[in-house]
């Protein structure tokens, strides 16, 4: 099969794929993953794992706007490794925040239904967007995501599903970043926060990440 054409209408660059045929009759809601990819991905590096995921979801996967050096996709710019440029996060979680609400009308899927899938990177913008934007999300699989910022105010997570996956050998987020975005979440009133230590990984994303991740998701439907 032919992948889906490349839309480059509502302001990213994206792939959609909606759910299987007679996902609706089966199911009372259908999810719809928002993919997002880490450091110098693209709209389809994500597609297998939101499938693997959740096959009868629907996948909305952007590629992130920001050129590092020219030539890297990511979805923020950062001003060294683990250190944001947080004035760019702040306006780049809004735009994606309104891409998704863009793209609902669009492909007339339930904005109330999304879930954040993302890795590093990607990881990061979807924990910026639960913070900043909380509407946008009902919840998200976080990858390997360190604290993006605190807000000024802590947002309503009451009813929101989180589940971060690390890795204690990961040379990229230490430990302590990683229980701090959870308990960032737990202080904002998420209901369900989840942290998941992978013991022999590293930043890289593993067979062990998808497996916990997908058992978690089939005990929230």
Partial sequence: MAPP???????????????????AARKQTTTTLLLLHGTGGNEDDMLPLGQAL?????????????????????FFRRLAEGVFDIDD?????????????????????????????????????????LLLRP?????????????PLVPDKLPD???KRIFMSSGLRD??????EAEKLSKLFEQSGATIVTLKWQKNAGHELTDDDIQSARQWLLQQH
Wanted: with cysteine.
């Fill in 54 to 74: 959740d096959p009868d979801a629907a996948l909305l996967s952007p590629r992130g706007k920001i050129l590092e050096a020219g030539m890297t996709p990511r």
């Fill in 157 to 159: 997570l009451s009813g």
């Fill in 171 to 176: 040379p990229i987020v230490p430990r302590q």
């Fill in 5 to 23: 054409e490349i839309p480059r209408r509502l302001g990213f660059v994206h792939r959609y794929v909606p759910p299987a045929k007679g996902t």
């Fill in 89 to 129: 996060l702040k306006y780049r979680t809004h735009e994606l925040a309104d891409f998704v609400e863009a793209a609902s009308c669009a492909y007339g899927f339930d904005e109330g239904n999304v879930l954040a899938v993302g890795y590093s990177n990607g990881a990061n913008i979807a924990a910026s967007t």
């Fill in 135 to 147: 509407k946008t999300l009902s919840g998200a699989i976080l990858f390997r995501a360190m604290v």
